[in-house]
């Protein structure tokens, strides 16, 4: 079995939820600056897009944001070595969507665009109603495959929905990524490096003072 198979079969898929050591490792050794930072798979510009994104789904409050602990670096990374061709034009396709629907609202630049125009896009493709988000998730395929934006007859209405699948492909990403880095499996989720007597009538408060353990 090939890398690529082996580590999506023992942790991440799209909106993954468990993380194995090989994919961890994958997280830890995304440790570029921001400012430095040159995208694998998306373009310069798509990159902006995509730290701009992630900090609206996780911001900086008295915790790091989504980009201070690398997780745009970790996503573009990991469609490109574990991803398989297929998924990689999907995100292709959903992240032009998503750009051409940005710029149709905010202007050409995207590194214009403000956190306030941003939130906004984030929100109204998070908290769509159950009659919208049906009909993006028919406009977003067609017979089952993806659109391609050059054959699109209706070009706002496609870049809509490939902005809906993207965004909504980022969400889970992003948290996961967020949780598993190893800023804040230390030093905000409970962290015991070596675990202790095992209680289980003690309350999570009482233990963690509330949080989560850290995997």
Request: hydrophobic content about 35%.
């Given at each position: ?84 061709e297929e998924d990689q034009k999907r995100y292709k ?40 988000r049906d009909d993006l998730n028919k406009r977003i395929?067609i017979e089952g495959n993806e659109i391609e934006l ?66």
């Amino acid at each position: 079995m090939d890398r690529r198979r082996a580590l999506r079969n023992i942790g991440l898929t799209t909106g993954f939820v468990a993380a194995s050591p090989a994919l961890l490792n994958l997280l830890q050794s995304c440790t570029a600056e921001q400012a430095t930072w040159t995208p694998e798979f998306f373009t310069p510009e798509e990159g902006i897009v995509l730290t701009n994104i992630v900090d609206v789904i996780i911001p900086k409050t008295d915790t790091p944001s989504a980009s201070e602990v690398n997780v745009p670096q970790f996503i573009d990374k990991y469609i490109v070595e574990v991803e398989f061709e297929e998924d990689q034009k999907r995100y292709k396709r959903r992240m032009e969507g998503l750009v051409n629907h940005l710029k149709s609202k905010f202007g050409d630049d995207v590194a214009s665009i403000t956190p306030e125009q941003y939130e906004e896009i984030v929100a109204e493709n998070l908290k769509v109603s159950g009659d919208k988000r049906d009909d993006l998730n028919k406009r977003i395929s067609i017979e089952g495959n993806e659109i391609e934006l050059d054959e699109a007859k209706k070009q706002e209405q496609d870049n809509e929905a490939l902005a809906f699948g993207m965004i909504n492909d980022l969400r889970w990403t992003t948290i996961n990524a967020f949780k598993n880095s190893q800023k804040i499996g230390e030093e905000v989720l409970a962290y015991d490096p070596v675990p202790g007597i095992y209680n289980g009538c003690a309350s999570l408060e009482e233990v963690t003072q509330g949080r989560a353990w850290s995997l």
